[in-house]
């Protein structure tokens, strides 16, 4: 019979607070040492925390928040898009685009799915192999620190480490609440994406300090901002979405677009934005799978009086359709039409050209393209090469997952695969 995780985490874990520190009738207070210390509470640190624990190994998860798996409960609009089942290496962005195949072979989609089902957590399939919780985020935060709790591993939250420093045996941290040491040192700290979540930049500081190199980090997944005028004429459509075909830099996603008051956002646009430069332009095809032309042509044959916008209300919606008329001065019957100005017309259709004023950065972005370089780690154990007693894994390094689900997955991957050498 499947286990029925209970529907908030329970305090058996030792989730361990300052204030929990002062009190030690109610708890015993953390040890000093540890086999594993792991700086990060998110989905790859916990994940590396039960790996490590079940291995016989005493493990701390440290966290400057309050609570663990902040980013994990917002996640998928609450409902956690944990795992894609059809993620491979190519749904990954990275300078060294190997590093990540032997990690993502060896634990997955389908390992984190059993996991799940062994949880007895409900799930449900959206777009093509993208899993979601039925209810609620919850559920993969309680998987994750009843793992936590079975293999024996202390998280420590509002817990801020000042400094590391290296020993005979490996690390001393120095921290809020005290001085730790450990043998085997795990940065899952994540990158700077949504800075309200607590993101900061340690982890890349933390790799300066042992001479890593660190590669241009940049807000990815993320929505874009316009210039004012288009930003003025799209004004209207904020809140309607249709499916596009968005290209840049050779990439392409054939995904819905959302347009807001700020821009333009949607899995077509959070997709294309990790391939996307300032200064570069976009051309979106609003009609995917259509030629525009063809159809246009044809039909001033076989209606002559006919409009674009009585075309375009076909396929798009009355709002989006008439923005478009408004946008590009389409008037009259097609029969007034010349070949050139259909031409225009089913350019401004299928190739709509467009130069971004930029993205919201950071601010909401769900991750951060660069990081630590992976040529330094092991892709069999996320250790660094000349210290494999440090290692680094999440999106605190250069691999970063297209949307829906792979960005998951790469952190139970690279999780399992530190904590099984931790």
């Known amino acids: 019979m499947a286990l029925v995780v209970p529907e908030t985490p329970t305090h058996r874990t030792r989730i361990i607070t ?3 520190h002062q009190d030690t009738q109610q708890r015993e207070p953390m040890a000093s040492k540890y086999d594993v210390i792991i700086i990060g509470a998110g989905a790859a640190g916990l994940m590396c925390a039960a790996t490590a624990g079940y291995r016989g190994r005493s493990v701390l998860v440290l966290d400057h928040a309050n609570k663990p798996g902040k980013k994990i409960l917002m996640s998928g609009g609450g409902r956690c898009n944990f795992t894609n089942l059809n993620s491979t290496p190519a749904n990954f962005l990275s300078d060294n685009p190997h590093f990540c195949i032997s990690a993502l072979k060896r634990y997955s989609p389908q390992h ?14 959206k777009a093509a192999g993208q899993l979601f919780c039925r209810d609620s985020s919850k559920d993969i935060l309680n998987l994750l620190l009843t793992e936590c709790e079975w293999a024996g591993a202390d998280i420590s939250m509002e817990t801020s480490v000042t400094s590391v420093t290296d020993t005979a045996d490996g690390y001393q941290l120095y921290t809020s609440a005290g001085n730790l040491q450990c043998a085997s040192l795990v940065v899952a700290c994540g990158g700077l994406s949504i800075p309200t979540m607590g993101a900061t930049g340690f982890g890349y500081e933390l790799a300066r300090q042992f001479n890593l190199r660190i590669l241009p980090t940049r807000a990815g997944l993320v929505p874009f901002t316009l210039h004012p005028e288009l930003k003025s004429q799209l004004a209207p459509l904020s809140g309607v979405s249709c499916p596009v075909d968005a290209r840049c830099n050779g990439e392409h996603f054939q995904e819905p677009m959302l347009v807001t008051h700020r821009g333009l956002s949607g899995p077509a646009m959070l997709q294309i934005s990790s391939f996307w430069a300032p200064g570069d332009t976009l051309k979106i095809n609003l009609l995917p799978g259509r030629n525009v032309l063809q159809d246009l042509l044809e039909r001033r044959t076989s209606a002559p009086t006919s409009t674009i916008a009585h075309y375009l209300n076909e396929s798009l919606s009355k709002r989006f359709a008439q923005a478009c008329n408004d946008i590009n001065g389409w008037t009259g019957p097609l029969q007034a039409y010349k070949n050139s100005d259909l031409e225009a ?21 769900e991750v951060t ?45 690279s999780g399992v695969a530190a904590g099984g050498a931790a």
């Open 18 to 20: 300052p204030a929990i």
């Open 112 to 125: 984190f799915l059993e996991l799940v089902d062994r949880h007895g957590i409900e799930h449900e399939e």
């Open 345 to 365: 017309a089913a350019s401004a259709l299928n190739e709509w050209t467009i130069k971004p004023a930029g993205t919201e950065g950071y601010r909401t972005a």
């Open 369 to 413: 393209l660069g990081g630590v370089d992976t040529r330094q780690l092991s892709s069999k154990t996320m250790a660094v090469n000349d210290r494999p007693n440090l290692f680094f894994i999440g999106e605190v390094v250069d691999v970063t997952g297209h949307l829906g689900g792979h960005n998951f997955q790469w952190a139970w991957a």
